[in-house]
């Protein structure tokens, strides 16, 4: 290694011990960028000594990656991986310069940076879960990371793509590799897929899988299949034994069992296996004990797609709910999203709008007929709300606020 180089990740190391000292922060995303602004090519380098595997979606490539790294770790692989979940090039960096050995590099990377990463990396499979709209007032609309995406399958063909056949869009992104497994995980969510990504034609849904009638674009059939809480491989049912809760989570253990086994040959049962006892990733579904006993369970929901989710399952849970809402960079200013969310599932349920947004979350509940109190301060909420526990949905800002302050 360079002269150059090791001075990038000494001082990159220096910057995020710094960080994590003075309780800034991790330390994962100063240290990559001391790095990159020394030696720009770092991630070359970096990603030239490990098998980089790379996960990007929407919704749930954080819990994606920590499943997957668990599966190769449970059937003795090495593994590194940005666990603190900064999934941009410096977070990247700041990960991989870590020491450690030859290993699996299982890195999750935002959506919209994929194009910037996957050139220097060099990753030997691109693992693609959902796309949905999300921070338009950011990123656009979801045909731009579509066509991004597709880009780079059409410049290397050759690279292995796992990817959920259920989705239009990742079915059109990925289409160009000769090398595809595909997985069929479901799309709950549909109100951004409703057009066909070649031709704008409106999509049909028969039996729950899309096809257009205009140019014949349709979903692939898929060896590995999401039915009901099994993974369902050829004549193989692996039941999909989690710690963590919710539907969603089932679609990422099969992914990333998918991957295990199609790209690692470690058959799904290992893989899942060792995925079953994630209790908590980055924070995700932590519980935590109110002073009158009863439990607190923090999710993370992100856009309308995660939102919904979220909503529904609690919808069948004797649950106090709040729902705290930021509108910062990293929420999405524009917070007219909110009324795409079905809160209308929540009439039945003591609700509590809180968040630098509370009052904009307690006219989208009144339009829904969602009766709820308000409260700004998420902790005081959840001490109010009533129910035999308490979920409380936040916007990102506001689970990173939740996640410092109940640890």
């Excluded at 299982?106 to 919209?112: A, G, I, K, M, N």
Aim: glycine residues 8%; contains cysteine; charged residues 20%.
């Amino acid at each position: 290694m360079s002269l150059r180089r090791r001075v990038a990740i000494l001082s990159g190391r220096a910057a995020g011990w710094a960080s994590r000292t003075t309780g800034r922060g991790a330390g994962t995303q100063v240290s990559g960028r001391i790095m990159l602004a020394v030696d720009p090519d770092l991630l070359r380098t970096l990603g030239a000594r490990d098998r980089v595997v790379t996960v990007s979606a929407t919704n749930g490539k954080t819990t994606t990656t920590r499943l997957l790294c668990d599966a190769l770790r449970h059937a003795g692989l090495p593994v590194v991986t940005n666990h603190t979940g900064a999934n941009m090039a410096s977070g990247i960096a700041g990960a991989l310069a870590a020491p450690h050995g030859p290993s699996v590099a299982v890195l999750e990377v935002d959506e919209r940076w994929l194009t910037h990463v996957v050139e220097p990396l060099d990753p030997e499979v691109l693992v693609f879960g959902n796309l949905s709209r999300d921070q338009l007032d950011r990123f656009g609309e979801v045909h731009a990371i579509v066509d991004r995406w597709r880009a780079i399958t059409e410049a290397d063909p050759d690279r292995h793509v796992v990817a959920n056949a259920s989705d239009p869009h990742v079915v059109h992104a990925a289409e160009p590799a000769r090398r595809v497994t595909w997985v069929a995980l479901g799309i709950p969510w549909k109100q951004d897929a409703t057009t066909c990504p070649r031709c704008d034609a409106l999509l049909a849904w028969p039996d729950g899988r899309f096809r257009c009638a205009g140019c014949g674009f349709a979903e692939p059939p898929a060896e590995f299949r999401l039915e009901g809480d099994a993974l369902a491989v050829g004549s193989r049912r692996i039941p999909l034994d989690l710690a963590i809760p919710g539907t969603w989570n089932r679609m990422n253990a099969a992914l990333a069992a998918t991957v295990a086994e199609a790209h690692f040959g470690v058959d799904a049962e290992t893989a899942v296996a060792g995925m079953a006892a994630v209790e908590v990733v980055s924070g995700r579904f932590a519980q935590h004990r109110l002073p009158d006993g009863r439990s607190a369970r923090v999710v993370l929901a992100k856009n309308p797609a995660g939102w919904t989710e979220v909503l529904q399952w609690l919808a069948g849970r004797d649950t106090g709910v709040v729902l705290a809402v930021n509108a910062h960079v990293a929420d999405g200013r524009d917070p007219s999203w909110l009324y795409d969310v079905p809160f209308e599932v929540l009439r039945d349920r003591s609700v509590v709008a809180s968040g630098e947004r509370a009052l904009d979350v307690a006219v989208r509940l009144h339009y829904g007929d969602v009766a709820c109190t308000v409260e700004a301060d998420p902790l005081v909420a959840a001490r109010r709300v009533g129910g035999a526990e308490v979920h409380i949905v936040a916007s990102y800002t506001q689970f990173t606020h939740l996640t410092r302050e109940f640890w």
